[in-house]
């Protein structure tokens, strides 16, 4: 089949509905026909679609949060208080937090998984280096999200996870300062950190995705390894299938019902709690499980595991466009790339996997 | 294909890189434990009773308790008592080291209520804690409305698979490469291509 699945114009000579008549007055004034351009087919494989299924998430957290923003009380006096109010009288409340959390970790893991797909299929290559890197940094700020997502709770993990923050960045001087309490040492820092949470750090997400967008339109879609190319090797055949972006969005509106419905369910079943108020001078929690290979790093090396770890980590993804430069995509033809990828990805589980090993250690101050 | 002098020497280089990476990365796990400074323990009295009720709060086995009795003696021991009721603080110790966690606890809360009343809106890293609450469970048992949420989601699931089916691709990977044929190897000879062989 090398037809080209465009949607069909409408006949002129057969009398318009009001449904498709009002919608071409939309379309007039808003352009949504515009996003009708051709994609090629392979776009509509779950693996492709993984980018759009994390932009859902970010969707689902934006409005569970705005919710959510309405009963929370960023002081520290009254945050712990005022999340168990969220889970306890709210209507939904305990529904609508644990919906925030689930969304929180699924766009974790979709945006993990959607980076590794863009690796093992070499998506980052020329002339995709730089939407690779701006990848990275949203991955670094839903990161970001979810450490200042579990201080808000202002349990004791939650402290516990600040008083990390608080020591790297005096680890890091004068460039660690904005983490660090002396910054504003009248205000509390869970205020700053809520502001962080729900202004700087989804705003700049949702500025980059724009800009990753935009780059995968003008860059268009990147070629499926297993298909042929074109004769730069940067895109897709000319005489594989397209199909309209719209069909692109449709299915991923799909995949994202189905995300929800998923997320539903686990906040049903498995709905957040709320620790204990939090105390200074003990460490008796361990961090999020997404925190888990770094925690395995700061245990045998101390504070500053965390400050090399995460360097390294961030590190070696924002590198490997530069140093993996052959325009080879077919995984079986790239093998050192390959070989660095599946040692990265064992070290990365073997670090979480051995939390449960760690001995129980004291690194903050008393 | 002749391989050129510069790719071989070029991808020694990215072999040589990537294997660096990783060697630096793994380089914590041959290192000996090296655990952060001995922290430095507090000796505000009603601190440590804080901190003993974080330890009750935690963990209420027998390892718990043996914490935070540590706490109440250093609270004990303390010179700064200000604001804590050293009576109750003593009761506190009798209840715990009898085993009666929940009478300790309200012992141990009502022995600092004077100096947790007299604190300042909490500044900078302060935890703004008066009361040590216990942990909130996530859930105690399905109700009404979640068995409806319950279901919705369900249906949410069932309306987007069938959505996602309906809206699959006309042909899967395998089908349009049989169709298309085999991906080439990579165009070095293309212009855009040579460019980017840097090796």
Redesign the interface.
Same mark, same amino acid.
């Given at each position: 089949?090398t037809a080209q699945?465009v949607a069909d114009p409408v006949p002129t000579d057969r009398p318009q509905s009001r449904t498709r008549r009002a919608l071409d007055a939309i379309d007039e004034r808003l352009g949504i026909k515009a996003l009708e351009y051709p994609v090629p087919?392979?776009a509509?494989?779950l693996a492709w679609s993984l980018g759009g299924i994390t932009a859902v998430a970010l969707a689902i957290l934006i409005v569970t949060g705005v919710i959510l923003v309405q009963f929370y009380s960023p002081?520290?006096?009254?945050?712990?208080?005022s999340v168990?109010r969220i889970?306890?009288d709210v209507w939904?409340g305990?529904?609508v937090r644990?919906l925030h959390f689930w969304a929180g970790q699924a766009m974790y893991v979709t945006a993990l998984l959607h980076m590794l797909r863009v690796v093992l299929t070499g998506s980052y290559? %020329?002339?995709r280096e730089a939407n690779w890197l701006i990848g990275v940094a949203m991955f670094g700020l839903v990161t970001l999200g979810l450490f200042t997502g579990t201080v808000l709770k202002w349990?004791?993990e939650g402290?516990e996870a @600040?008083?990390h923050n #608080?020591e790297i960045g005096n680890l890091l001087g004068g460039v660690g300062l904005w983490f660090s309490?002396?910054f504003a040492?009248? /205000?509390?820092?869970l205020v700053r950190l809520y502001g962080a949470h729900v202004v700087v750090v989804p705003g700049l997400i949702l500025m980059l995705a724009i800009l990753h967008g935009l780059l995968v339109k003008k860059h268009r879609i990147s070629p499926?390894?297993?298909?042929?190319?074109d004769?730069?090797?940067?895109q897709a055949?000319a005489?594989?299938?397209t199909?309209p972006f719209t069909?692109h969005l449709?299915?991923i509106?799909?995949?994202? @019902?189905?995300?929800?419905?998923?997320?539903? #369910?686990l906040?049903?079943?498995?709905?957040?709690?709320?620790?204990?108020?939090? /105390?200074?001078?003990?460490e008796?929690?361990k961090p999020p499980w997404n925190f888990w290979w770094i925690f395995t790093?700061e245990?045998?090396?101390?504070?500053k595991?965390i400050l090399?770890?995460e360097v #390294?980590?961030f590190g070696?993804l924002v590198?490997l466009p530069f140093?993996?430069?052959?325009?080879?995509?077919?995984w079986r %033809?790239r093998p #050192?790339?390959m070989?660095?990828t599946a040692?990265?990805v064992l070290?990365m589980i073997a670090l979480t996997v051995l939390v449960n090993a760690a001995p129980a250690?004291?690194?903050?101050?008393? | 294909m002749p391989v050129s002098h510069t790719f071989v020497r070029? %991808?020694r280089r $990215?072999?040589a890189?990537?294997v660096s990476?990783?060697l630096?990365?793994?380089s914590? @796990?041959f290192?000996s434990?090296?655990?952060?400074?001995e922290?430095?323990?507090?000796t505000v009295g009603y601190?440590l009773v804080?901190?003993a @009720?974080?330890?009750l709060?935690?963990?209420t086995t027998d390892e718990g308790i043996m914490l935070a009795v540590e706490k109440v003696d250093d609270a004990l021991a303390t010179d700064d008592k200000e604001g804590v009721d050293v009576n109750q603080l003593e009761q506190a110790m009798t209840a715990l080291e009898a085993g009666q966690v929940p009478q300790a606890r309200a012992l141990l809360q009502g022995s600092i209520e004077q100096a947790v009343s007299d604190l300042e809106?909490? /500044?900078?890293?302060?935890?703004? $804690? $008066?009361?040590?609450?216990?942990?909130?469970?996530?859930?105690e048992g399905?109700t009404g409305?979640?068995w409806i949420?319950?279901v919705?989601?369900?249906?949410?699931?069932?309306?987007? /698979?069938a959505?996602?089916w309906?809206? %699959?691709?006309?042909?899967?990977?395998r089908e349009?490469?049989e169709?298309?044929?085999?991906?080439?190897?990579?165009? $070095?000879g293309?212009?855009?291509?040579t460019t980017?062989?840097?090796?």
């Open positions: 089949m699945h087919e392979h509509n494989n002081t520290p006096e009254t945050a712990n208080e168990r889970v306890t939904a305990r529904f644990s290559k %020329r002339p349990d004791q402290f @600040l008083g #608080i309490a002396d040492d009248r /205000v509390p820092i499926h390894p297993a298909l042929p190319t004769s730069s090797g940067e055949s005489a594989e299938p199909e069909h449709r299915r509106a799909a995949f994202g @019902l189905t995300l929800l419905g998923l997320l539903g #369910i906040s049903v079943l498995l709905p957040q709690g709320v620790g204990p108020t939090p /105390v200074a001078g003990i008796v929690t790093v245990n045998w090396v101390g504070l595991g090399y770890g #390294i980590f070696l590198i140093v993996d430069r052959s325009p080879e995509r077919l %033809r #050192i790339a070989g660095f040692a990265f070290v250690v004291q690194h903050l101050e008393g | 070029g %991808r $990215t072999l890189i990537l990476s990783i630096v990365m793994i914590p @796990l290192t434990p090296a655990f952060a400074d922290p430095g323990e507090t601190v804080q901190q @009720l974080g330890h709060a935690h963990d809106p909490a /500044v900078g890293e302060e935890t703004g $804690t $008066t009361v040590v609450l216990m942990p909130l469970p996530g859930r399905l409305g979640d949420l319950l919705t989601s369900l249906l949410l699931v069932l309306a987007g /698979v959505l996602s309906h809206f %699959r691709p006309h042909d899967n990977i349009l490469s169709r298309l044929g085999p991906p080439e190897t990579a165009p $070095t293309a212009p855009s291509a980017e062989v840097s090796p």
